[in-house]
């Protein structure tokens, strides 16, 4: 369905090539600081504009319909919505007969019997994380934590990699200062021109880390933190991926390499609950469904793109024969390098659930 959340509940609307798009949250905490300038950071976090983003720019501008007074929330229903209005929706014609692979084209016809709407990829259009930012600006002031979120990875070399090989590169060339604090696509510009030149895509890593988690949060078994978090993250399209604290790896560890001892922190009185901490993180913050206190620490894998310009052979279904698509229009070379604040948005969302009053 198109709704998360039980106190605090998320439903979003709209389509990628509809008049607009939107969200509305029930379960706010009235008396809350907002207003449009409070949703600009993390919406240009999102923005595309960047090389290996697509050319599609929006304006992005939220519009508050619902729920806030005085500049203060009241408690009521929070609406906001985006207006699309850089849309190009004959690009999309050609996937009625012939569905994108690796896209949603197919599934969602056969799932709303063709009434779909098909132009930009519709309700299943990454355009639709849009609200989810929005959405989560609101949690993000209703929770304590502090969720941090970074690409860490993409077409399969890492941040530190990507990193060493610039600074390598500027040095040698002795005529640019290196740039201390480059973005995601300066970061991996070489990844991301040499895929764009071959009219292909990648994927990348998302690391997310969520600080001043108080412990106790989460419910055993279907509700467990891992769970909820999962649940909202492979929401966002794309994902193929999660895996918290040790991960996978923990496959391949002994028990006393994985396991979190526990450890004293701090002086003066003892207080078990409050004192005593996991001394490392294998576990990613959670036990048993459960926050620890540690940091809530989890990984997501986003993959390559499905839109691509690079020829494909599949089927058309209006002829019934195979034949060689090259999709048109504008495309991100890397869905990844605008998803942490999305990842950050989705996990604020689930901590504002769980401990909302």
């Not at 504009?49 to 929070?78: C, F, H, M, Q």
């Not at 993180?281 to 809530?296: K, L, M, Q, S």
Request: glycine share 10%; charged share 25%.
């Amino acid at each position: 369905m198109d709704s998360f959340g039980r106190k605090f509940r998320v439903s979003i609307f709209g389509e990628s090539h509809g008049d607009s798009i939107g969200v509305v949250l029930d379960g706010v905490q009235p008396g809350i600081p907002l207003s449009k300038e409070d949703f600009m950071a993390d919406i240009l976090r999102r923005k595309s504009g960047p090389k290996g983003t697509t050319p599609r720019i929006e304006t992005d501008e939220p519009e508050i319909l619902s729920g806030v007074y005085n500049s203060l929330t009241t408690g009521a229903p929070l609406c906001i919505i985006f207006h699309n209005r850089n849309t190009r929706s004959s690009d999309y014609r050609l996937f009625n007969d012939v569905p994108r692979p690796g896209h949603a084209d197919y599934t969602a016809s056969i799932k709303w019997l063709d009434f779909n709407d098909p132009r930009g990829g519709g309700h299943f259009s990454g355009r639709l994380t849009l609200p989810i930012v929005a959405a989560g600006v609101v949690a993000k002031k209703m929770i304590a934590c502090q969720v941090r979120a970074e690409l860490i990875e993409v077409g399969g070399v890492t941040k530190e990699d990507a990193l060493k090989n610039k600074k390598e590169e500027t040095l040698a060339e002795g005529d640019v200062a290196y740039k201390e604090q480059p973005t995601a696509s300066e970061i991996w510009s070489d990844v991301l021109e040499k895929t764009y030149k071959e009219r292909d895509s990648v994927g990348g890593i998302v690391r997310c880390v969520v600080d001043n988690v108080p412990a106790g949060l989460g419910e055993p078994f279907f509700d467990s933190v891992e769970s909820l978090i999962s649940h909202a993250v492979f929401s966002i399209p794309g994902v193929r991926g999660i895996e918290f604290g040790d991960g996978f790896n923990a496959a391949r560890m002994k028990g006393s390499e994985h396991n979190d001892p526990f450890d004293r922190i701090g002086d003066g009185a003892l207080n078990f609950h409050n004192s005593v901490t996991p001394s490392k993180n294998g576990a990613g913050g959670v036990n048993g469904g459960i926050t620890n206190g540690n940091p809530i620490e989890f990984r997501v894998a986003f993959k390559p793109t499905s839109s691509i310009g690079r020829a494909q052979r599949t089927f058309n279904f209006a002829t019934g024969e195979m034949t060689t698509l090259e999709i048109p229009g504008r495309h991100d070379v890397c869905i990844a390098l605008r998803t942490p604040v999305i990842v950050e948005a989705m996990t604020a969302i689930v901590l504002a659930d769980l401990t909302n009053l």
